[in-house]
T-cell receptor
Framework: GENVEQHPSTLSVQEGDSAVIKCTYSDSASNYFPWYKQELGKRPQLIIDIRSNVGEKKDQRIAVTLNKTAKHFSLHITETQPEDSAVYFCAPGGNTNAGKSTFGDGTTLTVKP | NAGVTQTPKFQVLKTGQSMTLQCAQDMNHEYMSWYRQDPGMGLRLIHYSVGAGITDQGEVPNGYNVSRSTTEDFPLRLLSAAPSQTSVYFC??????????FGPGTRLTVT
């Protein structure tokens, strides 16, 4: 099955700094690369995703970059704010994996005011 | 649209009891999945389904059964509850395996 690793497991930044989280995966058939945000006590929610025919996607302060050759993709958050504090998960997969997604172990981001 | 709904929100079981966690979605999604999330951990796939009548095992299927008789519903059955099954359970649905929409979760405690 898919082997997914996320780094770092915890990340603490000052408000206004940037944060980068990296996700590596093993299944070269994966064609969908999402990032989910989970606030304390809440359900995970998609914040940004990218498909395999695109190298980068940006949505205001967040961006995702993909390197299919090296089998990794990264979440970039600029100008971090305290409300960005949460756990972030990657879950590479897509329609080639019969709906079976493997989630990374998560990165706990803390933004200090 | 209600999205993905789950019942109950909270449940306490005694060891050996059985129960069914309910999950329903109104988005006409083909794909549905059950995950468990232990404290401070990621989401582990229990069972998933790519359409009515089709189910398959995920990473941690032991002790759980599923069925998918309709597109909308995907119940998860605990056969004989054990303390190791204490966790938060999330149901999710997606179209074609892309963005997953999660339910609010069921917090289960087994004593």
């Amino acid at each position: 099955g898919e082997n997914v690793e996320q780094h770092p497991s915890t990340l603490s930044v000052q408000e206004g700094d940037s944060a980068v989280i990296k996700c590596t995966y093993s299944d070269s058939a994966s064609n969908y690369f999402p990032w989910y945000k989970q606030e304390l006590g809440k359900r995970p929610q998609l914040i940004i995703d990218i498909r395999s025919n695109v190298g980068e996607k940006k949505d205001q302060r967040i961006a995702v970059t993909l390197n299919k050759t090296a089998k990794h993709f990264s979440l970039h958050i600029t100008e971090t704010q305290p409300e960005d504090s949460a756990v972030y998960f990657c879950a590479p997969g897509g329609n080639t994996n019969a709906g079976k997604s493997t989630f990374g172990d998560g990165t706990t981001l803390t933004v200090k005011p | 649209n209600a999205g993905v709904t789950q019942t109950p929100k909270f449940q306490v079981l005694k060891t050996g009891q059985s129960m069914t966690l309910q999950c329903a979605q109104d988005m006409n999604h083909e794909y549905m999945s059950w995950y468990r999330q232990d404290p401070g951990m990621g989401l582990r796939l229990i069972h998933y389904s790519v359409g009515a009548g089709i189910t398959d095992q995920g990473e941690v299927p032991n002790g759980y059964n599923v069925s998918r008789s309709t597109t909308e519903d995907f119940p998860l059955r605990l056969l004989s509850a054990a303390p190791s099954q204490t966790s938060v359970y999330f149901c999710a649905s997606s179209s074609q395996g892309y963005e997953q929409y999660f339910g609010p979760g069921t917090r289960l405690t087994v004593t």
